[in-house]
């Protein structure tokens, strides 16, 4: 009783908050119970959550059959590998530059590319669409790449880093003659570790997850990433709504994995781009 | 002076590489665009058919009513999704910060639908509105409710079926920023004020809100951007349908340039989407003096 009277507030609070999980959690639940069911079971009534036989060919079928998924993820593992590196270098020598420099125009440049963030995507497709043509690159993997490496969050998250760690730090090594290169390379970037993490996993599930570039700049089946390859579902009618979610599911399944491994950075990079305010 | 310049020079340096991609990607395409909207452009013709038209453009989507049933819905929208996010997300995080059971593996799942891919939810979501036999429908009428909304095939309820499923989809993401704000509240203003008497609801309302504010501020901006930029759900779910019920400007902008081809116009109609985001943007930001403590 007294364990009770001491916990009651955490009890009910934590009731509540189930609550708020089980809306977010069952969703996810039909989904992966509906990519093992037979299309006549999808809507039954009452509901199935567990199929009296799993369908696991839905699975195979979207793998290796009609929808060759197959291709679509290794697409996608090639668009995301090469975007999360890019930009994982080039936010880090941009925020360098950042955070240890004083020169003119520094600030303005600084204020461009946050501004660049509230600009939507619509009004940069049609110019760079055109500009991907006139390169040469329009439906081509790196008319994904390029976009994917140059995030306006990941510079800020990691200035966020580098203006915590103490001036000290160069100083001592510009004294035994190391330049901004390396000071950069073997003070910085191991000290920023954490954030550095964090941006390789938000900038992974960001890539993973990109849907409009790959809309407007990929035409070729054979090129199409994983999110572009479920647009095959919609407004097909007939639907098998079963493989539709085998579909989903191996769709989220890279993220959901990431996530629950890594979830700490994840959390963390969140939070601390928020914080800035 | 030498060693000033040489270190600028060096400076640059380190950020041209961003510089010139986001010249190339952002910035130009950003000008370019605004040169576009001032042309009439089926760019099916290429660049030699690009006409100069004024203004033409930005007077005429004024009564198309595809553009100004997409600005209502993009309105609509924010006012109702914005506001839902803000406080399911500030309760969820106060509720998680104020010490629950199995705090991290609840954070984890609220936290579930962000990093899920808008297209894959979509297309759950949209199963799930299903108006004959879908699992929302079907605990609808095991609730009693004998005549269930069609949701994304009916004009009246499309709208805010995706209203729903947005909120559901945002509410881990601010709730997390919201507990990096909680967090940074030190812990003796509320030892300080339960020792002058103050219940927790009071603490709540004359602690936590006031000194969270730069962290609603954050949230605010972020969710009415973002709110804006709504499209994958859009695109999936109902391609603007049924009629222009669900129609937002990001969608209709994509379908004019890339369905249509009309280059000037989609332009046009994404300058004035930017302005807008923009103007909002500003007045936040000069309305803020009035009830943002740093």
């Known amino acids: ?277 | 002076m030498n060693a000033y310049r040489k270190e600028a020079f060096t400076g640059w340096l380190f950020i041209l590489p961003a510089l010139i991609g986001f010249g190339l990607l952002t910035v130009i395409p950003i000008l370019f665009s605004l040169v576009i909207s001032f042309t009439d452009w089926n760019f099916m013709e290429g660049l030699k058919g690009i006409r100069f038209s004024g203004f033409h453009n930005y007077t005429e989507m004024w009564s198309d009513h595809w553009f100004t049933d997409s600005l209502k819905n993009n309105l609509v929208f924010a006012v109702t999704t914005v506001p839902l996010i803000m406080i399911f997300s500030l309760l969820t995080a106060v509720g998680l910060n104020q010490g629950v059971f199995f705090k991290t593996p609840l954070r984890m799942i609220i936290f579930m639908p962000y990093v899920s891919s808008v297209v894959a939810v979509s297309l759950v979501w949209a199963l799930l509105y299903s108006p004959s036999q879908g699992p929302i429908n079907q605990v609808l009428r095991d609730i009693g409710i004998e005549h269930p909304p069609g949701w994304l095939s009916d004009p009246k309820w499309a709208l805010t079926a995706i209203i729903i499923m947005s909120v559901w989809a945002a509410i881990g993401y601010n709730m997390v920023i919201y507990l990096a704000g909680l967090q940074a509240i030190p812990k003796d203003l509320y030892e300080a004020s339960s020792i002058d008497g103050a219940g927790k609801v009071r603490q709540f309302f004359s602690v936590t809100i006031p000194l969270l504010s730069p962290t609603t501020f954050f949230v605010l901006i972020t969710c009415i951007i973002h709110s804006f930029q709504v499209f994958a759900a859009i695109f999936m779910m109902t391609q603007g349908g049924p009629g222009t019920s669900t129609s937002v400007l990001t969608f209709y902008i994509y379908q004019s340039g890339f369905s249509f081809y009309k280059m000037g116009y989609a332009s046009a109609m994404a300058w004035i989407l930017t302005l807008i985001i923009f103007l909002v943007t500003i007045v936040q930001w000069i309305g803020q003096k009035r009830w943002v403590n740093y």
Not at chain 1, 18 to 37: D, E, H
Not at chain 1, 233 to 255: C, E, H, K, R
Request: with cysteine; net charge positive; proline share 5%.
């Open chain 1, 1 to 277: 009783m007294t364990w009770l009277k001491n916990n009651g507030l955490k009890l009910f609070i934590t009731v509540l908050l189930a609550a708020v999980a089980a809306t977010m959690l069952l969703p996810f639940l039909w989904m992966l119970s509906t990519s093992l069911k037979k299309q006549i079971d999808v809507f039954h009534n009452p509901m199935i959550w567990i199929p009296a036989q799993m369908q696991w060919n839905n699975y195979k079928e979207i793998w290796l059959g009609s929808h060759p998924f197959g291709l679509y993820y290794f697409n996608s593992i090639k668009v995301t590998v090469f975007s999360v590196i890019g930009a994982v270098i080039i936010s880090s020598c941009t925020a360098y530059g950042f955070a240890r420099f004083e020169f003119k125009g520094k600030n303005f440049v600084f204020l461009i590319f946050l501004a660049t963030m509230m600009v939507p995507d619509q009004v940069t497709l049609i110019p760079r669409f055109i500009l991907f043509n006139y390169l040469g690159i329009y439906n081509s993997h790196w008319a994904l790449i390029l976009p994917g490496i140059f995030t306006a969050i990941g510079i800020f998250l990691l200035r966020q880093t580098y203006l915590t760690i103490p001036g000290d730090f160069s100083e001592a090594a510009k004294m035994e003659g190391a330049n901004h290169f390396q000071i950069w390379t073997r003070i910085f970037i191991p000290l920023s570790k954490p954030a550095l993490v964090s941006l390789i996993i938000l900038s992974f599930t960001w890539n993973w997850n990109e849907f409009v570039n790959p809309l407007v700049f990929i035409t070729s089946k054979k090129l199409f990433t994983v999110p572009l390859g479920l647009t095959n579902f919609v407004d097909d009618s007939g639907t098998n709504y079963p493989q539709m979610m085998a579909a989903a599911v191996s769709s989220i399944l890279p993220v959901i994995a990431v996530f629950l491994f890594g979830q700490r950075w994840f959390i963390q990079g969140v939070a601390s781009s928020g914080v800035k305010g």
